[in-house]
């Protein structure tokens, strides 16, 4: 497995690999989401390209760029067993040079939910992820589901664009509780990570009263909001049942339905979401 550091190197390294080429973007310390998205990567490409940048221009002014988790040594043995041909590493001045002027803005799907809460979000996330696209031409990049936005994101970007490359959206994966998998969830104590389930439990509570029948959005909402509104430590930022693709709000559930939601526990903020 080759470490790449610098953009010339990675240009240079991506002309030798065999296509299909399959990329998974990161920003490290790595779980078994990442992980899972490596493997149908590896699955499915002859060479498999992954990249760790904790991406400034994503994160707002109060958030947690800082102290995002790292532990590159960790990531590096988890790839090298995973058989990863090449891992992307810059760092930030590599990426945003002094000169750097020119963003992505992520368009009408990025002002909601996420993008609503978090201002300049996907303009970071877009930016990023155009910049490594074109540095590393992947023919498939692969992304999590639980960052639902973000694929729709990425994917209208790829498409309005004219990105030449294939998105690839795989399912959220979870701890045996139901909690998914995210990076921040070490920043969760005993009693935070209890109380972290909240989140989940909404969302199958949404999820059953829709399989019984109930299709009026407002009341599921209100459910999900009423049960996590029961725990303490939880403090909602939104809860969300939209249109899948346009991500708008609805009054009526009409599949394929995203519900959606950002929840503080404490002084961590998780999101999680399911499609009906
Ligand atoms: O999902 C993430 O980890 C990040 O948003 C991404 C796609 C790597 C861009 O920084």
Known sequence: MQVVEKIA????????????????????????????????????????????????TQFGPQE????????????????????????????????????????????????????????????????????????VRPTRAYFGQKDAQQVAVIKKMVADLNMDLEVVALPTVREPDGLAMSSRNVYLNPAERRAALTLYRSLCLAQRLWREGETDAGLLR????ALIEKEPLASIDYVSIAGAETLDELD?????????????????????????
């Open 9 to 56: 190197g990675m240009r240079h390294l991506r002309r030798q690999l065999a296509e299909p080429v399959g990329f998974v973007p990161t920003m490290g310390y790595l779980h078994d989401g990442h992980l899972s998205l490596v493997r149908a990567a590896r699955a499915e490409s002859r060479s498999v390209v992954v990249s760790i940048f904790v991406n400034p």
């Open 64 to 135: 947690d760029l800082a102290s995002y988790p790292r532990d590159t040594e960790r990531d590096l043995t988890l790839l090298t067993k995973e058989a990863v041909d090449a891992v992307f590493m810059p760092s930030a001045a590599e990426m945003y040079p002094g000169r750097f002027g020119v963003y992505v803005d992520g368009g009408k799907t990025a002002g909601r939910l996420e993008g609503a809460c978090r201002p300049g979000h996907f303009r970071g996330v877009a930016t990023v992820v155009a910049k490594l696209f074109n540095i």
């Open 222 to 225: 209100r459910k999900m909001v």
């Open 252 to 276: 009526e559930v009409k599949p394929p339905v995203l519900v959606s939601l950002a929840v503080r526990i404490g002084g961590t903020r998780l999101i999680d979401n399911i499609v009906l």
